[in-house]
């Protein structure tokens, strides 16, 4: 299990705060948050966050600016791979079965095709 697998609620919060930016100073992530924590307390999850190796920084001046470790897709990845083996045995067929049935609405026809696309392109793949 990869680290951003393990990551608490709240420190998935920061790391959404930092995906979304890019790159982010802890009052930045502060301001982000619903129902922040502390300053310090903020500081202390993204100091830890650097530590599971998910946030690196650089300094500007007095500040730390904190970017991802990962890129964005590879989390995303990594995220949904683990989803699938928990939830649904490696079964991709019911992962995308649970997804389409808990949708509200249909699928547009842009969606359909785009979907019918990835699904011919990973059978001529053979995957």
Known sequence: MTTLNRLSRRERQIMDVIY???SATVQEVLDRLDDPPSYSAVRAMMRILEEKGTLEHRQDGPRY???PTTPR????RSA???LV???FNGSMA???ATLLDIRDGELS?????RLQHLIDKAKKEGR
């Open 80 to 82: 949904l791979n683990h």
């Open 65 to 67: 600016i904190y970017l």
């Open 94 to 96: 019911d992962t995308v």
């Open 20 to 22: 979304e930016m890019g």
């Open 85 to 87: 083996s928990t939830f």
């Open 73 to 76: 897709e590879e989390a995303r």
């Open 109 to 113: 026809d842009e969606e359909f095709q």
